[in-house]
């Protein structure tokens, strides 16, 4: 399988993106990264739409509900939000939405700092695997992978996918 090309996937997210914005009547959208990956997404497509606006970070690692069950123990670094969540217009940003769980555990976060008016989101891949009803509002691509898949996203700069196989 060929994965695509985030380089590529960007420009068609960004005009993806300012489409759902204007139809949405958004004027002023605040944005975060969900770390790691997301927050590289989130810097190459500020820059790809020639937005100098601060970016939020968020690490959901407290957030998460499977980490024990996965002996992932995360190194938790605090989220930096260098602006207001209540009644803002929000664009989460992640780089590969699987279960569906990270971006649970990024809105459960954030609704912990104060209630936005409005949550987009937006992800480089949509694996087609989720476990929760979760849905991007905007998407680079979509993908259907085997069980024993899963996609890894490196940068920040290049970004670069790497399929990778899981042992059985």
Same mark, same amino acid.
Request: net charge negative; with cysteine; charged share 20%.
């Given at each position: 399988?060929?994965?695509?090309?985030?380089?590529?996937?960007?420009?068609?997210?960004?005009?993806?993106?300012?489409?759902? @914005?204007?139809?949405?009547?958004?004027?002023?959208?605040?944005?975060?990264?969900? &770390?790691?990956? %997301?927050?590289?997404? #989130?810097?190459? +497509?500020?820059?790809?739409?020639?937005?100098?606006?601060?970016?939020?970070?968020?690490?959901?690692?407290?957030?998460?509900?499977?980490?024990?069950?996965?002996?992932?123990?995360?190194?938790?670094?605090?989220?930096?939000?260098?602006?207001?969540?209540?009644?803002?217009?929000?664009?989460?940003?992640?780089?590969?939405?699987?279960?569906?769980?990270?971006? &649970? #555990?990024? @809105?459960?976060?954030?609704?912990?700092? %104060?209630?936005?008016?409005?949550?987009?989101?937006?992800? @480089? +891949?949509?694996?087609? #695997?989720?476990? +929760?009803?979760?849905?991007?509002?905007?998407?680079?691509?979509? @993908?259907?992978? #085997?069980?024993?898949? &899963?996609?890894?996203?490196? %940068?920040?700069?290049?970004?670069? +996918?790497?399929?990778?196989?899981?042992?059985?």
């Amino acid at each position: 399988m060929n994965l695509p090309d985030p380089a590529e996937l960007l420009p068609q997210m960004a005009s993806a993106l300012i489409k759902h @914005l204007n139809h949405r009547q958004i004027a002023e959208p605040r944005f975060i990264g969900i &770390r790691t990956g %997301g927050v590289w997404v #989130a810097r190459a +497509l500020l820059e790809t739409l020639g937005n100098h606006e601060p970016l939020g970070i968020l690490d959901v690692s407290f957030y998460r509900d499977d980490f024990t069950q996965s002996g992932l123990h995360p190194q938790v670094k605090p989220s930096e939000l260098p602006f207001e969540i209540e009644g803002q217009h929000l664009v989460l940003i992640d780089d590969v939405l699987m279960s569906g769980r990270t971006i &649970r #555990a990024a @809105l459960n976060e954030l609704f912990d700092y %104060g209630r936005p008016a409005s949550v987009t989101l937006a992800c @480089l +891949l949509d694996l087609n #695997a989720r476990e +929760l009803p979760i849905r991007p509002d905007v998407v680079g691509a979509t @993908l259907s992978l #085997a069980a024993n898949q &899963r996609v890894k996203l490196s %940068g920040p700069t290049p970004l670069t +996918l790497e399929l990778q196989t899981l042992a059985n």
